[in-house]
C-alpha cells in the first residue's frame, strides 16, 4: 500500500523576498524582483543581456564555523531555506539523525564562484610553484555540495538525491523525496534546489539567445511570459526548501500540515538536447495525472514554466491546453523573479502553497497583450480571490528534462 505524503515545512529566498508576507506582497501588488546586472568583475562587460532576478536583503546567516567552512554561497542559501523549513516542521534533532529522514537538494554546477577562485590560485600557484587550493574548496564547489552541507549542519543520515538537471533539479528533487517516503523508503525528506549570483549562467543562456535584452534600462518589464513582446527569460539566484513526511508520521507528532503532494512524473524528450518537445512535455503532464490519479478538469491552478522564450512559452501553452483545455488558471512566476535555475520548481511550489492558504492567484507580471501562439489557455490577467484545491508545478530543462508535480490542500 502507497503511503500519502504530506508537506510541513518550507523556507524560501528569493528575489521577491525570503519571508510570507514580503512574496505575497509582490505578487498582489504587482512588484517585480528583477533588477539590473551587477558587476561581479567577471564577464559583466561582455553579456548583452543587463537585468537579473537578485537579492538584493542581506543574507548573512549565523551558522557555526565548523559549518560555515564547506559552505559557498550556493550551499549558505540552501541550508538557510533547509534550516527555515525544518524549523517550521517541528520536526526534532533525534528524529533528523535517526536514519528515518533523506535528503533531495541540488544547485546545476554547485558554487561557480568557488570554482573561478579554485582556478585563480592553481593558475597563481603554479607560477609561484605552490597550487595552493583549500581541500574545502572543493567540498564547497562540487554538484551536490548543497545537499551534503545540509546533511552536515542537521545530522542528517538517511539517504542522499541530489540532481542535477538545470531548471527541473529541484522539481525532480520534490517528486524523488515523494516517491521515497510514499514506497517507504524514508518517513520525511528535506527536499529542494538553489542557485548563486554568477554571470557565468546569464553568459549562457545569452550566447544562445535566449536571455532578454530589450529591457535593459526598464528591468522590472521583464520578463514577459505567454506575452507578445516576450524577448527571453531573465536569470535569477534564491533557493527553495520543503519537509515532505508520511502522512501517518505527521499525524502521530501533530504536525501541522501545509499541503499534500499526490502525483508526480518527469521524463525526457529523448531528442534535441534545447529545444522543448511539445510531445514529450505532454505525455509528462499526462503522467502526473495519472499518478495523482484524477483528470484535467480536477485541477484549479497551473503553475507554468513559462521562461518568457518565444518556442518555449508557445509548446507550454499549446501542452496545456491538450492536457487541461481551457479550464484551470495558469500563472507564470517567474514573471515577478526572472528564472531561478535549479531552485525555480521549490519556490514555485512554495508559492503555490501560499496561494492555497490565502486564496488567491496573482497574475502573470507583463502580460499586456498575449500571444496569438499562447491564447489558447485560461491565462490569469489580474489578481483573483479565488481558491485552490488542486494545483500542477510543471518545470522543464535543458537535456530535454520534464517534471510535473500535483499538490493538494489538505483537509
Not at 18 to 29: K, S, V
Not at 68 to 76: E, L
Not at 241 to 261: F, N, Y
Amino acid at each position: 500500500m502507497h503511503r500519502r505524503v504530506v508537506i510541513t515545512g518550507y523556507g524560501v529566498i528569493s528575489p521577491i523576498g525570503d519571508t510570507d508576507d514580503e512574496i505575497i506582497r509582490h505578487l498582489t501588488q504587482g512588484i517585480s524582483g528583477v533588477k539590473e546586472l551587477k558587476d561581479d568583475g567577471f564577464l559583466s562587460g561582455f553579456i548583452q543581456s543587463g537585468v537579473y532576478g537578485s537579492i538584493d536583503y542581506p543574507k548573512t546567516y549565523h551558522f557555526e564555523r565548523n559549518h560555515r567552512k564547506t559552505m559557498g554561497p550556493v550551499a549558505f542559501v540552501a541550508c538557510e531555506s533547509a534550516r527555515r523549513a525544518i524549523e517550521q516542521s517541528g520536526l526534532d534533532k533525534e528524529f533528523l539523525t535517526s536514519g528515518q529522514v533523506g535528503v533531495a537538494f541540488g544547485s546545476i554546477h554547485g558554487s561557480p564562484f568557488v570554482q573561478r577562485e579554485i582556478m585563480k590560485t592553481y593558475f597563481k600557484g603554479r607560477k609561484e610553484g605552490d597550487p595552493g587550493i583549500n581541500a574545502a574548496d572543493f567540498l564547497k564547489s562540487m554538484a551536490h555540495t548543497t545537499a551534503v552541507n545540509i546533511t552536515k549542519m542537521f545530522g542528517i543520515s538517511g539517504r542522499v538525491i541530489s540532481p542535477c538537471t538545470a531548471c527541473t533539479t529541484s522539481s525532480q528533487s520534490i517528486g524523488f523525496g515523494y516517491e521515497t517516503i510514499r514506497f517507504g523508503m524514508q518517513d520525511a525528506m528535506v527536499c529542494g534546489g538553489a542557485d548563486e549570483y554568477d554571470t557565468s549562467t546569464v553568459a549562457v543562456f545569452d550566447n544562445l539567445r535566449a536571455c532578454s535584452t530589450r529591457f535593459n534600462n526598464t528591468p522590472h518589464l521583464t520578463p514577459r511570459p505567454f506575452d507578445s513582446l516576450r524577448d527571453g527569460l531573465v536569470v535569477g539566484e534564491g533557493a527553495g526548501a520543503l519537509v515532505l513526511e508520511s502522512l501517518d508520521h505527521a499525524k502521530r507528532r501533530g504536525a501541522t500540515i501545509l499541503g499534500e503532494v499526490v502525483g508526480f512524473a518527469s521524463n525526457n524528450n529523448g531528442g534535441d538536447m534545447i529545444l522543448p518537445n511539445l510531445a514529450g512535455i505532454t505525455q509528462t503532464l499526462t503522467l502526473a495525472l495519472a499518478d495523482a490519479q484524477i483528470a484535467g478538469r480536477d485541477v484549479d491552478f497551473i503553475s507554468a514554466h513559462a521562461t518568457a522564450t518565444r518556442q518555449g512559452d508557445t509548446i507550454e501553452a499549446k501542452a496545456i491546453h491538450n492536457v487541461y483545455g481551457e479550464k484551470p488558471r495558469v500563472t507564470a512566476l517567474k514573471s515577478y523573479m526572472g528564472h531561478t535555475i535549479a531552485a525555480c520548481g521549490a519556490i514555485e511550489t512554495i508559492i503555490t502553497l501560499m496561494m492555497m492558504k490565502h486564496g488567491f492567484i496573482p497574475a502573470t507580471l507583463n502580460l499586456d497583450t498575449v500571444d496569438e501562439s499562447c491564447a489558447m489557455i485560461n491565462h490569469t490577467r489580474q489578481l483573483l480571490e479565488e481558491k485552490i484545491h488542486t494545483a500542477s508545478v510543471q518545470n522543464f530543462a535543458f537535456g530535454g528534462v520534464n517534471t510535473a508535480l500535483i499538490l493538494r490542500k489538505f483537509n
